[in-house]
């Protein structure tokens, strides 16, 4: 068993606490929480599940760093606070962890030699034995990994887009949604997130890693973005209310151009209510977010993966892909990992053995 700490415990640490104990390989051993509020809390109650799996959650990083783990989730945000994810990050390889996250956007492609970042990460790799996977919370294998294997089942491809749709009415991140992307703010309210060029830092390593497997050359990325307003005020469950005249829908692709052409295109169809915007693409009927895959070219080929709700969808599929990961890590020699490197495998289901008994 391969002993595991959850690091954050928001919408991403959640769903990771229920695939860590989901994993037949993998022990939950800790779990680190910001909140004082949430210290000594049961991981199980922490994770919705309907059981208490013994684990307390402690804010203590260096005392459970000092036990030995071997493996961290590091599901902590890093919207707002690159720097201490960067030093929480390096504190786990430093330990001799394997660290898998998406909370590093421009390590997305490590590859890539304009992130400072990169180096600070690489000697906290060198001095200790961990390992890194940083991939996407979008998640990756919608926007890297299926588009790629999707491309394999055709003789040729000539532009791979890769859509993600979400009604963000459901979700619990209040300052990420408000703040970060804007929902709800007056439209002369340029968010972080989706301020010039801030688009390519999240997503365009994800187009350098299209790019790079397809064996393509970029001409450079490009972006695009548009966004509407809200007619009229909406309460939600989880972050109060949106004031009408608000921003209540944002539109945004990050392009990679080949011969002057978008050819790997990543897009965003965002909203707070699944009212505004309706000429815009939309989940279908019943679901809160989806994400589609369309391979242009001999032959086409599109998929959609829908999920109820982003724990159910978005959030959960990220977490497997990254849990999911470890026990491959672990069989393999410290260093830095990225989507490419990283096989996406079949799931370990005893549960099946016993279902059929």
């Known amino acids: 068993?391969?002993?595991?700490?959850?690091?954050?415990?928001?919408?991403?640490?959640?769903?990771?606490?229920?695939?860590?104990?989901?994993?037949?390989?993998?022990?939950?051993?800790?779990?680190?929480?910001?909140?004082?509020?949430?210290?000594?809390?049961?991981?199980?109650?922490?994770?919705?599940?309907?059981?208490?799996?013994?684990?307390?959650?402690?804010?203590?990083?260096?005392?459970?760093?000092?036990?030995?783990?071997?493996?961290?989730?590091?599901?902590?945000?890093?919207?707002?606070?690159?720097?201490?994810?960067?030093?929480?990050?390096?504190?786990?390889?430093?330990?001799?962890?394997?660290?898998?996250?998406?909370?590093?956007?421009?390590?997305?492609?490590?590859?890539?030699?304009?992130?400072?970042?990169?180096?600070?990460?690489?000697?906290?790799?060198?001095?200790?034995?961990?390992?890194?996977?940083?991939?996407?919370?979008?998640?990756?294998?919608?926007?890297?990994?299926?588009?790629?294997l999707l491309s394999g089942l055709g003789a040729d491809v000539d532009r791979i887009h890769c859509q993600e749709i979400v009604d963000y009415s459901g979700y619990d991140q209040p300052d990420s949604v408000r703040y970060l992307v804007g929902m709800g703010e007056p439209l002369d309210y340029l968010a972080p997130m989706i301020a010039p060029r801030m688009p390519t830092t999240v997503w365009g390593g994800q187009v350098r890693l299209m790019a790079r497997a397809l064996g393509v050359e970029l001409d450079e990325i490009r972006e695009s973005l548009e966004r509407r307003p809200l007619e009229a005020s909406i309460e939600t469950d989880t972050m109060g209310k949106f004031d009408a005249g608000g921003q209540g829908a944002l539109r945004l692709q990050v392009q990679g151009i080949v011969g002057g052409e978008p050819r790997i295109v990543i897009e965003h169809v965002n909203r707070i209510d699944p009212t505004c915007a309706p000429d815009w693409p939309s989940p279908p009927e019943g679901q809160s977010c989806a994400q589609r895959v369309l391979v242009e070219g001999g032959p086409r080929i599109a998929m959609i993966v829908v999920g109820a709700a982003p724990d159910a969808g978005e959030d959960a599929t990220s977490v497997s892909r990254l849990v999911g990961a470890i026990d491959w890590l672990a069989g393999q020699a410290p260093g830095f990992y990225d989507a490419l490197d990283v096989p996406l495998r079949p799931t370990r289901a005893p549960e099946l053995a016993d279902a059929s008994v």
């Not at 695939?19 to 037949?24: G, K, W």
């Not at 600070?120 to 890297?144: H, K, N, Q, Y």
């Open 1 to 148: 068993m391969i002993s595991t700490i959850v690091w954050g415990t928001g919408n991403f640490g959640r769903a990771a606490i229920r695939a860590v104990d989901a994993h037949p390989g993998l022990e939950l051993a800790a779990v680190l929480v910001h909140d004082p509020g949430k210290v000594g809390r049961d991981a199980g109650e922490l994770g919705g599940l309907d059981r208490e799996l013994g684990v307390v959650a402690s804010r203590d990083a260096a005392a459970v760093l000092a036990a030995g783990p071997r493996a961290v989730v590091y599901a902590a945000s890093g919207d707002i606070r690159s720097a201490d994810v960067v030093a929480d990050i390096c504190a786990a390889l430093l330990a001799g962890a394997i660290v898998v996250t998406p909370s590093i956007y421009p390590l997305y492609d490590h590859r890539d030699d304009r992130q400072d970042l990169r180096e600070e990460i690489r000697a906290a790799l060198a001095d200790g034995t961990g390992s890194l996977f940083v991939t996407c919370v979008d998640p990756d294998w919608t926007d890297e990994m299926l588009p790629l």
